[in-house]
């Protein structure tokens, strides 16, 4: 049986490993949160003490966590110290890709096989097993790499070597913050010019405005009935996780001497609106900033 660590069940990393042991993987689990390795072993996962006890007769180790800084200690610290040098190393979080690189140049000097694979999908498709992998790793490790992912997974693409899983994860996510704007402003308009945005939702999904944002999550409750518009904006993709994955996108743009100024626009819409106190609600609730409806 494939025996996987996984480090990190949180709102993802909950979903994923379930879906782990429910293909027979025995999943050895570890989180810092109680609650997290409590609901993680009532999904068919063993909860372990540390990470030095999950990873230990590991073939693969997926990690799930914050951020760039919590990766780069947990692999240094933990992970590289204690997991066998045979375990092939996942990380799915979403981070920088100089830490994403930083940590593959530090795993392949200890002697191990490492990729970046940050998901598109949010939450739901975390515990349905539908999630978008875009992987950075070598060519020949991708194989493995697919395997371990799959009961995960809906898609799997490498997008090059080390780093270019979490580059096309940034540009995708600065794409999706973007559009879901436009969008917002395009609604906002629409019902200030007396037009039904329902009525604009349906002409504009069949003509050139269409988009994913628009089409499959639109922001206006009605139209997109697993949208999260219509729960109140719950649940979903958080503000504050968008702002950080705008963010990511400026500093690698600086980084690169790339210019994005509308990914810089969003990012300051987004900070403005996680700081008027809605980092917690999905990002197509920034409409009703654009209609001047916060309540
Ligand atoms: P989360 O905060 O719910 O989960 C992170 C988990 O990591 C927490 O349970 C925390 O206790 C644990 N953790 C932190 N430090 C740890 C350590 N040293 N050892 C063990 N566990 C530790 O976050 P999430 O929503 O699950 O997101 C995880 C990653 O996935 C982030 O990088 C995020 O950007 C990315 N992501 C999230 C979504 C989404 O919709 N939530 C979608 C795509 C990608």
Redesign the pocket.
Known sequence: MTRIAF????????GMAANQAKAQRQVMA????KA?LEKAEGAGCSPAPS?AEAVKAADAVI?????GP?VR??YAE?ILPNAPKSALLID????DVESARAVAAQAKAAGFRFADA??????A??EAGT?AFMVGCDDADFAAVEEALKPMSRVILRAGDHGAGQAA?ICNNMVLGISMIGVCEALALAEKLGLDPVKFHEISSQSSGQCWSLTSYCPWPGPVPAAPSNRDYEG???TA?ML??LKLAQEAAAKAGAAAPLGAQAEGLYALFDGLGYGGKDFSAILNLFRGELT
């Open positions: 480090i990190g069940l949180g709102n993802m990393g909950g570890f989180d810092l949160s997290a990470v990690t799930m966590l914050p951020a919590h200690n947990v933990q799915c979080s979403t981070i940050p998901v598109s999908g949010g939450v498709a975390a999630l994860k979903g993709f958080a996780m950080k994955d």
